[in-house]
């Protein structure tokens, strides 16, 4: 019940009796002292009210704006973390069984990139949610997508799909860019030579994800401690690691280790790039600022600021294995998500 309710319930309870009572009082003393008493009572019922409203107000989620992070961080050894995830999982399948087998959250890393039709062997027996590919060209930091994927290998596939028609836009996006250069000097070649590189690794990665290439490099999946030993055991598998604090995939951030990195995490090489020109051209492309929005439907979810295609852009962020987390629903099939646009994301 609410406070005003209990209010106005006190009023039609207590006002008509207390009137009555006072006008059968008259003038004199004992109507003031009466009056009196009444004010008092009022205000002690109002003050009580309004204590026992604050005290039913319901609390909040204290958890909210807590990220949980799995995976690896720029800088970190990569044996060292596959050997930690290993000490991880053997806790975890030593711990007492009290009941029926807990179902963990758990990133799986491949040992190498893959297609989609050879990933349900490979996490057969554990519950996928999502998966993270990129398309592998040598020395480009190409960008990292993370596909919703409870079905496989259906819902990789129209993923990858999904992801091939946002790339042609952006190949289309980076050469009228081009196209609208004006001048002839060392800036407006640059800016012809920026826009042009863009459009050919956009180009490159459409034909990718349509072809369903071996870009499928890890997994986000949920099973009990002896199902992820299973999959941790497998040849295609570099590491599983369990996530037990977990609860909601909307408060976790994945972070997984690419298979060509074998020493430290770090960002490749970006050598097939343009070099920077006079006037500040930057030595990276981005993506188009306003692409069409596409219909909800499961494919992959990427973020980046935009950019203002009326001025240079500007270069690229500090290179971070850490992807922009998503938000699926917690602890339920993963729902569509539009494909959004984002500068390339930088790679471990």
Known sequence: MRAGDLLRQL??????????????????????????????LSSAAVLVTA??????????????????????VEGQSIPGYVASTRGELAELLAAPATGPAVRTYALVALAAYLGPDRLAPVLAGAEVTEVFARVPLPQIQTEIVRIPAARLPGDVTEGMLRVAEEKDREVADYRQRSAAVTGSGDRAAGLRRWYDSGAEVASAEATGYRSRCSCLYAAVVRADA????????????????????????DRAVFSP?????????RPPADSQLPAPATGGVPAQPVQPAQPPPLSATPSAS????????ASPPEPSAAPSTDPSPSSPAPDAEPSPVDVEESS????P
């Not at 390339?344 to 790679?347: F, G, L, Y």
């Open 344 to 347: 390339p994301m930088a790679v």
């Open 257 to 265: 280790p690419l298979p060509d990195q074998h020493d430290v995490v």
């Open 11 to 40: 009023d039609r309870r207590l006002l008509p009796p207390l009137g009555r009572g006072l006008a059968r009082l008259g003038h004199g003393p004992v109507r003031l002292r009466m009056l009196t008493g009444v004010a008092l």
């Open 226 to 249: 002896a199902t992820l030993d299973r999959i941790a055991r497998r040849s295609e598998v570099r590491a599983v690691d369990p996530a037990p604090e977990v609860t909601r995939l």
């Open 51 to 72: 204590v026992w409203a604050a005290e039913r107000r319901p609390v909040g989620d204290p958890t909210v704006g807590e990220v949980t992070r799995i995976g690896v």
């Open 302 to 309: 990427v973020t980046a600021p935009p950019t203002d295609p």
